[in-house]
């Protein structure tokens, strides 16, 4: 698709690319951008965004998730997404709105695009905190841009996306082409408004108060225009042809015609969190080989446990291979300075690269597979979020709990009888505790309280898998509920931080800093701007401790000198306390066991 020269000029000086910073001459002519069809646009600015999210989530959002590991080191540096947002997407569905926001015949396809403005902001204020708005893309403001504050931004996205969808006429005008919605149904454009409304109105009611609560009775009151089945879910679909490849293949696959090994490759292979495993053990949960490929035999861990006998009261010691095995997000996993473990052997935290399990191959290898933006799962949880804090809904809270349990099942091809029989575990249920593995530093424990908006929160957490690890790391800091070990090499602007050998979860990304676009040196007013309205103490803002507005209040835990021990006990066990039920799993899986040691206690 062409554009305008002109087009490129505002947009990249507006989002201060130093490649226009010298730039004097423009093209003037206004008439090949409006050539251009509002289909081809929005086309251009969903897919521009989703391959920037998808490839972030790679190199940053997957480790902070916590559920897959691809060695970001918890990096939240800028690496593209400021100036993909502002340039290829934002600047591109403002010209819609420019070219034809006054033609009645556009009226729903204008009210589209501003439905993508907003989601876009909200990824960006959701990312960096104050963000420009109100001058952004605007010819009138070019070597002086001003940040809008992130209580600002919030307010902006709600009123926005409540405006855009009141406006969508359901007989008017649809897009021809459709990236997220074949065949073009403006009712679901109207969902997909009212429920990322929800979704940010959560996020936002410590910042935003009685405005963000005033949302979510508003969306709950009116049902029916939210997403209500898998059919409603926003996906972006890829169309396996050269330039539209899901970006997962085009990282992993394409350039080594093989995932998950080739020894060639500079991308090694994404792995389950140990986190992620001890949580998915703990409560018995069968999404774990769905979400992860086992190991293959010759690269199993070998674990020693103890096991009991229903033929006599004698224990047994034995050492098997077990066939799932998840990675630390650091690999070397402590501190020198955690002296509890000074002397003792890491167990898991050095092993070959082959002993850790992938992310399963079909998750990868599928260079068509769609990108889910805003899903019905979670849209369930969200709903029963806002059911349990009194804001409405017309079922009660355990009743969308649960349904959302068995969408996300469903969403995966899990067996309903296996959905009823996780609903049923203690710490799943309403009403329960459940009793959880640690980490295998000890450092973490996965119980889960009794209170039940835990609850939401942990399956919302469980529903963003895969796609969608940026909503994940924001309700990681919407409720600070999750804890999890610090990653102990971390990357990005760690050496700015008063811990540069370790970094928590982190409280925000950094302004882009590189030599071509930083954003100090392009726009010194907007970031002095932005500095301030963060409140930072600092001359800078490379601090990824920083908390946003939006977040809970948080004490970090003392990571330097932690009560840290090896505990293997979630990988224990694997196949049942007994020895028989060992020597069963055994025959039907044709793998060994060593009996080394039979005892009576």
């Not at 199993?300 to 034995?318: E, F, G, N």
């Not at 959905?419 to 009403?431: D, L, V």
């Not at 009794?450 to 796609?467: C, G, P, R, S, V």
């Given at each position: 698709?062409?554009?305008?020269?002109?087009?490129?000029?505002?947009?990249?000086?507006?989002?201060?690319?130093?490649?226009?910073?010298?730039?004097?001459?423009?093209?003037?002519?206004?008439?090949?951008?409006?050539?251009?069809?509002?289909?081809?646009?929005i086309e251009s600015a969903i897919r521009s965004l989703n391959n920037q999210m998808v490839t972030y989530n790679a190199t940053k959002f997957w480790d902070i998730s916590n559920q897959i590991t691809a060695g970001s080191r918890y990096d939240v540096t800028d690496a593209g997404l400021w100036q993909t947002a502002y340039v290829s997407v934002l600047e591109n569905l403002r010209q819609i709105e420019i070219n034809y926001g006054s033609d009645s015949a556009y009226n729903n396809r204008v009210q589209i695009a501003r439905i993508l403005k907003c989601y876009t902001y909200s990824i960006l204020t959701g990312v960096y905190g104050p963000i420009p708005i109100n001058q952004a893309n605007d010819p009138n403001y070019l070597s002086s841009i001003l940040f809008d504050s992130e209580d600002s931004a919030y307010s902006y996205i709600l009123t926005n996306l409540k405006?855009?969808?009141?406006?969508?006429?359901?007989?008017?005008?649809?897009?021809?082409?459709?990236?997220?919605?074949?065949?073009?149904?403006?009712?679901?454009?109207?969902?997909?408004?009212?429920?990322?409304?929800?979704?940010?109105?959560?996020?936002?009611?410590?910042?935003?108060?009685?405005?963000?609560?005033?949302?979510?009775?508003?969306?709950?009151?009116?049902?029916?225009?939210?997403?209500?089945?898998?059919?409603?879910?926003?996906?972006?679909?890829?169309?396996?042809?050269?330039?539209?490849?899901?970006?997962?293949?085009?990282?992993?696959?394409?350039?080594?015609?093989?995932?998950?090994?080739?020894?060639?490759?500079?991308?090694?292979?994404?792995?389950?969190?140990?986190?992620?495993?001890?949580?998915?053990?703990?409560?018995?949960?069968?999404?774990?080989?769905?979400?992860?490929?086992?190991?293959?035999?010759?690269?199993?861990?070998?674990?020693?446990?103890?096991?009991?006998?229903?033929?006599?009261?004698?224990?047994?010691?034995?050492?098997?291979?077990?066939?799932?095995?998840?990675?630390?997000?650091?690999?070397?996993?402590?501190?020198?300075?955690?002296?509890?473990?000074?002397?003792?052997?890491?167990?898991?935290?050095?092993?070959?690269?082959?002993?850790?399990?992938?992310?399963?191959?079909?998750?990868?290898?599928?260079?068509?597979?769609?990108?889910?933006?805003?899903?019905?799962?979670?849209?369930?949880?969200?709903?029963?979020?806002?059911?349990?804090?009194?804001?409405?809904?017309?079922?009660?809270?355990?009743?969308?709990?649960?349904?959302?349990?068995?969408?996300?099942?469903?969403?995966?091809?899990?067996?309903?009888?296996?959905?009823?029989?996780?609903?049923?575990?203690?710490?799943?249920?309403?009403?329960?505790?459940?009793?959880?593995?640690?980490?295998?530093?000890?450092?973490?424990?996965?119980?889960?309280?009794?209170?039940?908006?835990?609850?939401?929160?942990?399956?919302?957490?469980?529903?963003?898998?895969?796609?969608?690890?940026?909503?994940?790391?924001?309700?990681?800091?919407?409720?600070?509920?999750?804890?999890?070990?610090?990653?102990?090499?971390?990357?990005?602007?760690?050496?700015?931080?008063?811990?540069?050998?370790?970094?928590?979860?982190?409280?925000?990304?950094?302004?882009?800093?590189?030599?071509?676009?930083?954003?100090?040196?392009?726009?010194?007013?907007?970031?002095?701007?932005?500095?301030?309205?963060?409140?930072?103490?600092?001359?800078?803002?490379?601090?990824?401790?920083?908390?946003?507005?939006?977040?809970?209040?948080?004490?970090?835990?003392?990571?330097?000198?932690?009560?840290?021990?090896?505990?293997?006990?979630?990988?224990?066990?694997?196949?049942?306390?007994?020895?028989?039920?060992?020597?069963?799993?055994?025959?039907?899986?044709?793998?060994?066991?060593?009996?080394?040691?039979?005892?009576?206690?």
């Amino acid at each position: 698709m062409q554009r305008s020269i002109l087009l490129y000029v505002l947009s990249a000086a507006l989002l201060l690319a130093a490649c226009t910073k010298n730039f004097t001459k423009t093209n003037t002519d206004p008439n090949q951008f409006l050539s251009v069809s509002p289909e081809a646009t929005i086309e251009s600015a969903i897919r521009s965004l989703n391959n920037q999210m998808v490839t972030y989530n790679a190199t940053k959002f997957w480790d902070i998730s916590n559920q897959i590991t691809a060695g970001s080191r918890y990096d939240v540096t800028d690496a593209g997404l400021w100036q993909t947002a502002y340039v290829s997407v934002l600047e591109n569905l403002r010209q819609i709105e420019i070219n034809y926001g006054s033609d009645s015949a556009y009226n729903n396809r204008v009210q589209i695009a501003r439905i993508l403005k907003c989601y876009t902001y909200s990824i960006l204020t959701g990312v960096y905190g104050p963000i420009p708005i109100n001058q952004a893309n605007d010819p009138n403001y070019l070597s002086s841009i001003l940040f809008d504050s992130e209580d600002s931004a919030y307010s902006y996205i709600l009123t926005n996306l409540k405006d855009a969808a009141s406006r969508i006429k359901p007989a008017g005008d649809r897009l021809a082409y459709d990236v997220v919605y074949p065949g073009g149904s403006v009712t679901s454009w109207v969902k997909f408004a009212n429920t990322l409304r929800l979704k940010i109105a959560l996020r936002c009611m410590r910042n935003l108060g009685a405005t963000a609560t005033a949302h979510i009775q508003d969306v709950m009151a009116n049902e029916a225009n939210t997403i209500n089945s898998e059919a409603d879910a926003a996906k972006m679909s890829y169309e396996n042809v050269t330039n539209n490849y899901n970006p997962n293949w085009s990282r992993y696959v394409q350039p080594n015609n093989v995932y998950p090994f080739n020894p060639s490759s500079t991308n090694p292979p994404p792995k389950m969190v140990d986190n992620f495993q001890a949580f998915l053990r703990s409560y018995n949960d069968p999404r774990m080989t769905v979400f992860f490929d086992s190991v293959p035999p010759a690269n199993r861990y070998i674990i020693t446990d103890t096991l009991t006998s229903t033929a006599d009261d004698s224990l047994r010691v034995v050492t098997y291979p077990i066939p799932y095995l998840g990675q630390p997000v650091s690999p070397q996993g402590t501190l020198g300075t955690w002296v509890t473990l000074n002397g003792i052997a890491n167990p898991i935290g050095a092993l070959n690269n082959k002993a850790y399990s992938n992310l399963m191959p079909a998750f990868i290898s599928n260079p068509a597979r769609p990108i889910t933006m805003l899903g019905y799962a979670e849209t369930l949880f969200m709903k029963a979020e806002a059911a349990i804090l009194g804001f409405g809904g017309s079922k009660t809270p355990e009743q969308y709990y649960t349904a959302g349990i068995d969408a996300n099942f469903a969403y995966w091809g899990i067996p309903s009888a296996s959905a009823t029989a996780y609903k049923a575990t203690n710490g799943i249920k309403f009403g329960t505790s459940g009793t959880g593995f640690n980490n295998f530093t000890g450092l973490v424990n996965f119980s889960i309280p009794a209170a039940d908006i835990n609850k939401i929160w942990i399956q919302t957490w469980m529903a963003y898998f895969l796609d969608q690890s940026f909503d994940a790391w924001c309700l990681e800091r919407r409720t600070r509920f999750f804890t999890f070990a610090p990653n102990t090499n971390p990357g990005g602007y760690s050496s700015y931080t008063s811990h540069p050998t370790f970094m928590d979860i982190p409280g925000r990304g950094s302004y882009p800093n590189s030599a071509t676009q930083s954003i100090q040196t392009l726009n010194p007013n907007g970031y002095q701007s932005a500095l301030k309205l963060l409140g930072v103490t600092r001359s800078d803002d490379y601090d990824p401790d920083q908390p946003l507005h939006f977040a809970a209040p948080y004490t970090m835990p003392n990571w330097t000198n932690p009560n840290a021990f090896y505990d293997l006990s979630y990988l224990r066990k694997w196949y049942g306390t007994t020895i028989q039920a060992l020597q069963a799993a055994s025959a039907a899986g044709g793998f060994k066991y060593t009996l080394t040691l039979t005892y009576h206690p």
